[in-house]
């Protein structure tokens, strides 16, 4: 699966174009419903099709973008965070076990984090420091204005201001950056559920939004569209324009003296003809 996977990274990857234009290439691409998908899964996991495990993962890569955005405060490139959550999403499919009875976002939604953690947590020290090609500027001249070890009084932090050409604000900030300690990434093995500690692992992502309940919600919304559809089929063709002139019409929809003069009847009977239609869906819709 390797070579196959590789290849679909490659094809539609953040680094070949614009990163807008990779979030659209990607969200073009259909999501599968959950019968494809166990299918697909199937297919890879018994029988090791690359075919298979290509489809899986080019469906997923809108996800890994989702997931992505949310670490995007970090000063690292958007592309570098895509890039490493793909890598997360092939890890994932490669591991999936169809017979579990998931689906597959949820369980790659594990795999997609690992990889972003294990990147910014590498980078993590060069984003505390600095993260604008001034700041590292200053950074680096601030190092070598530095005599000895100890913070700056007034008067040193006024001299490498004016020195430097900055504000004395920015000196004390990057002071402070410079004098910190790294943080360990995770927390250590001795910690607890009592203990009141905290690690970047532990508010590094934007938890605002659960993808795998948006997926579920996306999904269960398009399933009952399509049942929705299948019912109005069953109605005669009057009670679906009505239906759909009075409901599903969003651009112009219809009163019940415009559909009484179009069909010269009356606006209760437009009324009545609506109710029956409506309980005739609600029953259609039970049925299928």
Known sequence: MTRTASNTALAISPQVGSIDAYMQGVNSIPVLTAEEEKSLAERLFYQEDLDAAQRLIMSHLRFVVHIAKS???????QADLIQEGNVGLM????R??????????????????????EFVLKNWRIVKVATTKAQRKLFFNLRKNKKRLGWF???????????????????????????SQDQAFDLSADDDDQSPNFSPAQYLEDTNSDLAEQVAGTQWEEHANTRLLHAIKTLDERSQDIIMARWLDDGNKMTLQELAAKYSVSAERVRQLEKNAMKKLKQAMGEL
């Not at 890890?91 to 490669?94: E, I, P, S, T």
């Not at 998931?102 to 953690?117: D, G, M, Q, T, Y």
Request: charged share 20%.
């Open 91 to 94: 890890k994932a499919v490669k």
């Open 71 to 77: 670490y995007s405060g970090y000063g690292l490139p």
């Open 153 to 179: 009084n007034n008067d040193e932090v006024n001299a490498v201001a004016n020195d430097l050409g900055v504000t004395s604000a920015e000196v004390l900030e990057m002071e402070s950056r410079m004098s």
């Open 96 to 117: 999936f076990d169809p017979s579990v009875g998931v689906r597959l976002v949820s369980f790659a939604v594990h795999w997609i984090k690992a990889e972003i953690h």
